[in-house]
């Protein structure tokens, strides 16, 4: 797709550049001085001319901008079903996790032909992931969700790179991404070690960290339950409203007084140094794990009970 556009321009660009040099040299022989005092005639073009050299040009521009903005569109938009990966860059490394719990450092396992989506942050500079084959690529920024998509067509290696400098040791913060036959992914994925889902971390931080003692999921705590929040509309004190989407849940651990959720009190610590950027996304996997918004119903609330896990009560640690 990124390819088609890139080779239409490419010829776009090689037919005109070859017709120029060719309308130069041509004009240049035919039209050249024959006498030391040869003045040429004023010449004034018929307007259907003057049209089409406009209007031609503006055609072929017009067609590169509808087409990049719909491969724009298509790239930076992924698909609802995609396999979600989460990606943290630091110096010099990119750790990268799967829903199921494995973790990679400057490797990542992903089946061919399913779409799969990265959601990247960075632990401390801005780093940018570049994986050429797959024509991506997205700055990693501190404090912010970014994401790529791709779908890999053909099992095999492809290089990972960071293509932002980022300090000493920027060209050696590269990778492999490995693209699976779907049943040697599973294999893969049941192979490693794995210390249980991103949601059970997220859930044990959400214990370990006290989250539990006020985020009642009965909505009885002095903070909001959690249940069926992921993806809903929040209403804040301000009447403001906001999605709660990735960044949301994120600002709301690190700088809880940002946004407060209406009816409720600005109480919450924050939790910025006490919890890493990857115990932030097991906590957002924690949060989405809870239940998406659901239609206010009779059932809905029974239905939501039955969604939350039951370890979202405070359990005794043998600690
Ligand atoms: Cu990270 Cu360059």
Redesign the pocket.
Known sequence: MTDNLYFFMVAVTIFFSFSIFLAILIFAIKYRRRSPDEVPPQFHGPPALELAWTLGPLVIVMIMFAWGAHVYFAVSTPPENALQIYGV?K??MWKLQHMEGQREINELHIPVGVPVKVTLTSEDVI??FFVPDFRTKSDVLPGRYTTVWFEATKPGRYHLF?A???GTR?SG?TGWIYAMEPHDYQAWLSGGASEGSMAAGGQKLFQDLGCASCHLPDGRGRAPSLVGVFGSAVKLANGSTVKADEAYIRESILQPNTKIAAGFQPIMPTFQGLVTEEGVTQLIEYVRSLGQPQAAAPGAAASTETKAPPAARPQPDAK
């Open positions: 860059g110096q010099w780093h940018s960071c932002e400098y980022c920027h913060m």
